[in-house]
Nanobody
């Protein structure tokens, strides 16, 4: 069974840091990403990686503050978040492409429709 389980969310003051983790099982994933959804807003892209080449991508608002990383051999994905701001408050979701197209393309995916496996989400709350 293909499954993604996020952890590491919580409450942090503005300027603080958190590291989110995503444990993947049941498959080999070459394209993985993080998305977030704030109350009343649509789910938005945060960061993505393709293990075939290590290419990464970030949404502009988190560049220089967030880092996506992980261990492809362990199917573990991380999102290290520094200098957190109240606007970063959201439920953060891990996503993965369970097909081989990500391997052959070696591209990062920023569109949520390109992922077919999602975690349940972890809440990140940043207080001012």
């Amino acid at each position: 069974q293909v499954q993604l389980v996020e952890s590491g969310g919580g409450l942090v003051q503005a300027g603080g840091s958190l590291r989110l983790s995503c444990a993947a099982s049941g498959g080999t994933f070459y394209a993985m990403g993080w998305f977030r959804q704030a109350p009343g807003k649509e789910r938005e892209f945060v960061a993505a990686i393709n293990w075939n080449g290590g290419t990464t991508a970030y949404t502009q608002s988190v560049k220089g503050r967030f880092t996506i990383s992980g261990d492809s051999t362990k199917n573990t994905l991380y999102l290290h978040m520094d200098s957190l701001e109240p606007v970063d408050t959201a439920v953060y979701f891990c996503a993965a492409d369970s097909t081989l197209k990500a391997y052959y393309s070696a591209q990062v995916y920023v569109d949520p429709g390109q992922y077919d496996v999602w975690g349940q989400g972890t809440q990140v709350t940043v207080s001012s």
